[in-house]
């Protein structure tokens, strides 16, 4: 072995800790009293995870807050000023803002990334190019796969169809939408799902955004998802109008969500910042119950979005932050929950992405936090920091534990 994480205690597990031994860049074995001729990192009884997993988040206009406006910070507003900045996008310019959200994830433990991507005649394919370097300097640390989506519509942007195909040609490895922005919702959904069919790819959507609850896409995505059997390959995200439907129609909704075998990403923090602003007073959270959802046997998972852009003008890049934010938004206290806000960040992100070689188990690939706490509960609950990240078995990330200086203690 070439590495064991000594006294690590494992989600779902309230029993005593155990010890985990790495090889060739894999998980070789858990169980208690291992010994071998390897480095040794002691968690010193503290939690140890699969890394996290980071579902929906916008590499390419992260970091623009200096070229932005925020006065309304709704989304139009939102969409309006990132199309004017990415006029000015390049390939560089794209790489060295993405290289500083990446590394902002990965001092928070995230070791898989789904970036989502736009790319249409303005920005061309500028954006991708500087994403796709990313992905190559980074692959020591995280594995990201790109997600292109046509942000300001498809069907009523010529030119934009063509640069989506020769994304997914040149390395895309999901395919977006967000229909809402188009003058044919539906034709932009179908034409989505073509792409996929012919690149037999993901699909990811931004869907559902905004509050009239009236009308929602989500039917149209779950019918072609039955039709073409993509169940279990389809994602939506944000779905905010969910947030304003009663208890009866959201749980139709969810047994629709689940037969088609259709996930959803909840992003509390672009969520809760743009939704409510048609409101003075009495504003309303807008974000989507995940967990009811998940009760209802929805896959759901939590992730960050927008970081320091008009969609989003924070971020630290801490999915644990988004368990936690998702948690006090909604309302969470029973403590399976607030678990759950934890797997949503980890194995639930992992099973919507279709991450086949993740978690803790033996033979899976060895990518693992350590985290400065006892349980997922705990972890979210006290937002614990992450001490230790491995990717493939290679330490990414060491932080140390803060100590307190007591006076009269330090030189007794």
């Known amino acids: 072995m070439d590495l064991i994480l000594k006294d690590a205690r494992l989600p779902g597990d309230a029993g005593a800790s155990v010890d985990i031994g790495i090889a060739d860049g894999r998980i070789a074995a858990i169980e208690a009293g291992l010994l071998a001729d390897a480095e040794i990192v002691d968690a010193g009884g503290r939690l140890v995870s699969p890394g996290f997993v980071e579902t929906h988040i916008h590499l390419d206009k992260s970091c623009i807050l200096d070229r932005c406006s925020s006065r309304r910070g709704d989304l139009e507003e939102a969409i309006g000023e990132v199309a004017k900045a990415k006029k000015d996008f390049t390939a560089e310019d794209v790489y060295e803002r993405g290289r500083r959200t990446i590394e902002k994830c990965l001092k928070q433990g995230t070791t898989h990334m789904r970036t989502h991507l736009e790319v249409d005649p303005v920005v061309g394919l500028r954006s991708f190019e ?188 801490s999915l644990l932050r988004m368990a936690n934010l998702n948690a006090n938004i909604c309302h969470i206290g029973a403590a399976d929950d607030i678990a759950e806000c934890f797997n949503m960040i980890t194995t639930r ?33 006290e937002l614990a920091p992450v001490l230790h990240a491995f990717k493939r078995g290679r330490r990414t990330l060491t932080r140390q534990p803060a100590e307190l200086h007591f006076p009269n203690r330090d030189h007794a």
């Open 130 to 317: 500087g994403v796709m370097q990313l992905v190559k300097d980074y692959a020591w640390a995280i594995d990201i796969e790109i997600c292109v989506f046509p942000q300001e519509g498809l069907l009523n942007y010529p030119g934009t169809d063509e640069l989506m195909v020769e994304a997914m040609q040149k390395g895309g490895k999901v395919v977006g939408a967000a229909p809402y922005t188009d003058c044919d919702p539906h034709g932009q959904i179908d034409r989505v799902f073509e792409i996929s069919r012919e690149f037999d790819a993901d699909i990811d959507m931004h869907l559902d955004f905004g509050t009239d609850a009236s009308g929602l896409d989500l039917d149209y995505v779950c019918e072609l998802t039955e039709r073409f059997g993509r169940g279990g390959r389809v994602a939506i995200g944000h779905v905010t109008k969910l947030a304003y439907v009663d208890p009866e129609r959201l749980a139709e909704i969810a047994g629709r969500l689940r037969d088609a075998g259709v996930a959803l990403t909840v992003l509390p923090s672009t969520d809760l910042f743009l939704m409510g602003r048609d409101r003075d007073h009495a504003q309303t959270r807008g974000v989507t119950h995940a967990h009811t959802l998940l009760h209802h046997g929805v896959n759901c998972s939590l992730s960050t979005n927008n970081v320091l852009n008009p969609f989003t003008p924070f971020g630290d890049c």
């Open 349 to 381: 992100s992992a099973r919507l992405a279709n991450l086949h070689d993740y978690g803790l188990e033996v033979g899976k690939s060895a990518d693992l936090v350590v985290i400065d706490g006892a349980t997922p509960h705990a972890a979210v609950a």
